[in-house]
């Protein structure tokens, strides 16, 4: 089955800073990716999700890139606020209908 | 707010109990996953339902059953139940549940086990 590594499992940065997530998948027929947020005490949401005829896609200080040839996408989320603070989770989704979730990556900002 | 809605929020109990978890997906999305997010083993798929119907299977123990019903709303059965198996239980929704479709998730139900 699919399998997502998701790397770093923890990233501390300044107010103001950039953020960059990465996460690798091993299923090369994968081709929808998602990333979540989520915030303590509440479900993961949505935030920004990339298909595989694309290799970048911007919503404001957020962006994902792909690269398929590699097998791993990032999530980038510039000029940090407090209010990224979160944990962010990568998934991958393919040949199934189900996607496989990446560890997540708990994001703090210092202000 | 996704516009999915699981109730109860928190639930404590003893081993060995039975307890019924509830989702009433978005207006619309005729597809149910289920998902069990612990410390130790992030968010895990366990059961998926398109209008009714179970579609995919993921790590759900023999001890846990679900189903959707007519009005879509679905259930989680845990039974039997161990300490192990405190953990988040999320529940999603989607449209239609195909590849590529954009689930959206609940605020969950925290079980404590003791």
């Known amino acids: 089955g699919e399998n997502v590594e998701q790397h770093p499992s923890t990233l501390s940065v300044q107010e103001g800073d950039s953020a960059v997530i990465k996460c690798t998948y091993s299923?090369?027929?994968?081709?929808?990716f998602p990333w979540y947020k989520q915030e303590l005490g509440k479900g993961p949401q949505l935030i920004i999700d990339i298909r595989s005829n694309v290799g970048e896609k911007k919503d404001q200080r957020i962006a994902v890139t792909l690269n398929k040839t590699a097998k791993h996408f990032s999530l980038h989320i510039t000029e940090t606020q407090p209010e990224d603070s979160a944990v962010y989770f990568c998934a991958s989704r393919g040949g199934s209908y189900i996607p496989t979730f990446g560890r997540g990556t708990s994001l703090i900002v210092h202000p | 707010d996704s516009g999915v809605t699981q109730t109860p929020k928190h639930l404590i109990t003893a081993t060995g109990q039975r307890v019924t978890l509830r989702c009433s997906p978005r207006?619309?999305?005729?597809?149910v996953y289920w998902y069990q997010q612990s410390l130790d083993q992030g968010l895990q798929f366990l059961i998926q339902?398109?209008?009714?119907?179970?579609?995919a299977k993921g790590n759900i123990l023999e001890r846990f059953s679900a189903q959707q019903f007519p009005d879509l709303h679905s259930e989680l059965n845990l039974s039997s139940l161990e300490l192990g198996d405190s953990a988040l239980y999320f529940c999603a929704s989607s449209v239609a549940g195909g590849e590529g479709e954009t689930q959206y998730f609940g605020p969950g139900t925290r079980l404590l086990v003791l």
């Open positions: 299923d090369s027929a994968s081709n929808y």
């Open positions: 339902y398109y209008n009714g119907e179970e579609r």
């Open positions: 207006s619309g999305d005729l597809s």
